[in-house]
């Protein structure tokens, strides 16, 4: 029996057993954390390039509004930057709902394993 450190938990938390079970606060895990030089699956950890994804959102957004602006200043017709910006929240909708079904569909398969 070996204890191994893990991302987050202390040293005493996690034990590996003879058999390569891992033991987390006295519960059996199915699967182990890396030891001694050999791979095995860790727990997924939340998607840390997430915020990228809200800055390129809201990055998008804000090119979105500044060429509103310049639509409205071209002739003062409330129509273009309208235009501009349907087609902008169109555009980040779409992309929204095809994150979210990808989201979805990944958590589907990470439960069947």
């Not at 087609?87 to 990944?106: D, I, K, P, S, T």
């Amino acid at each position: 029996m070996s204890i191994v450190p893990a991302a987050g938990v202390s040293t005493q938390a996690v034990v590996v057993l003879q058999s390569g079970k891992t033991k987390l606060f006295g519960r059996e895990l199915s699967r182990a954390y890396p030891t001694e030089g050999r791979e095995v699956n860790q727990p997924e950890s939340p998607n840390p390039l997430r915020w990228v994804i809200v800055l390129i959102v809201v990055g998008v957004a804000a090119w979105g509004v500044f060429h509103a602006i310049g639509a409205y200043r071209f002739n003062h017709n409330p129509a273009r930057p309208l235009m501009v910006l349907g087609c902008v929240a169109a555009y980040l909708g779409f992309w929204g709902l095809m994150l979210r079904n990808r989201r979805a569909r990944l958590a589907r398969q990470s439960k069947q394993r």
